[in-house]
């Protein structure tokens, strides 16, 4: 059947110039797959030296980034213009690279520094981005970083093969602290349905874990999918578990019930972090080309 052609913008921001490029990309000839549109490019800022990694969205719109060696976290909305950076130095070790970013609903940003073995915390406003890095907690080797449903703070540890879960005090010391063991090279952690979790083993499987950190399985185990290497982990407003998988080079939904569902198979080189906008887009930081590509919201799919 015929369909009308549509036209994607392709979004950068040069930051020596002040201004945003749009170019115009003409999208594939529809296959009849449910997969979503793509909608733009975000280009990452100049002087990451690298590509993009860890990749947060909050209720309000803006995009928390790390990407490549830059000591800072990037905050972006989500037409690619630059709100602030936040540089990352702490008193005691001095400037670090994080690895992965996450914000509570209080607007605490935080994020893993594996070279120091830490997670620190700041305070943000988008108005006021000043403030201090605090170090919330020491692992052997933090990777990925979520926040779940119940407002608790999950950290991977990739070496030991465990994921930490731990809450917050308001001065910020950490509170019921619980570990859950026998990961296989866990890297990147999402929400998961009903107030549980999900975590991505490299070159392994997606396990997953209830409110309470039971163990439930894998989703390879549930669905017969087979990964080659997941990565970022998300979850929509639906509870439905979407799962970037960099050695596929594709994104993937699981429904709550049903079978996976493949969103993204084409025109990615290295899907690393992946999030849900407020508005229903899909976003996957794909270190390959240096961007964050914005794709149309799931339920606009017919």
């Known amino acids: 059947s015929h369909r009308e052609a549509e036209t994607v913008i392709t979004t950068d921001w040069t930051p020596a110039s002040g201004c945003l490029h749009l170019t115009l990309d003409l999208p594939r000839d529809s296959t009849g797959s449910r997969q979503p549109r793509l909608l733009g490019r975000i280009r990452v800022p100049a002087g990451a030296a690298g590509g993009p990694r860890g990749l947060h969205c909050s209720p309000d719109g803006l995009l928390f980034l790390t990407a490549g060696a830059a000591p800072c976290v990037h905050v972006l909305d989500l037409e690619g213009r630059p709100v602030c950076v936040l540089p990352c130095c702490t ?68 070496l030991p093969g465990a994921v930490h879960s731990f809450t917050l005090s308001p001065a910020w010391e950490p509170l019921a602290p619980a570990s859950m063991l026998g990961l296989e090279g866990p890297c990147w952690v999402g929400p998961g349905p009903d107030g549980g979790l999900a975590v991505s083993e490299e070159f392994g499987d997606v396990r997953l874990f209830g409110s309470a950190h039971q163990p439930l399985g894998s989703l390879g185990g549930w669905t017969g999918h087979t ?20 050695q596929r080079r594709q ?47 799931l339920k606009e799919l017919a």
Do not use: M
């Open 91 to 158: 008193p005691g070790t001095g400037a670090f690279v994080p690895e992965d970013v996450a914000v509570t609903a209080s607007g605490l940003v935080v994020v893993s520094d594996p070279i120091h073995g830490a997670v620190h915390a700041l305070q943000h406003t988008a108005r006021d981005p000043g403030g201090r890095w605090v170090t919330v907690g020491t692992f052997l080797s933090p990777r990925g970083l979520a926040v779940d449903a119940l407002s608790r703070l999950l950290v991977t540890d990739y």
């Open 227 to 246: 990964f080659g290497c997941p990565a970022g982990i998300c979850s929509n407003s639906e509870g439905n578990i979407i799962v970037a998988d960099e």
């Open 251 to 297: 994104v993937t939904l699981f429904p709550r019930a049903g079978p996976p569902i493949c969103l993204v198979s084409e025109g990615l080189g290295q899907p690393l972090g992946v999030a849900c906008a407020p508005q229903g887009q899909l976003l996957v930081a794909d270190a390959k080309d240096n961007s964050i590509k914005v794709y149309q919201g």
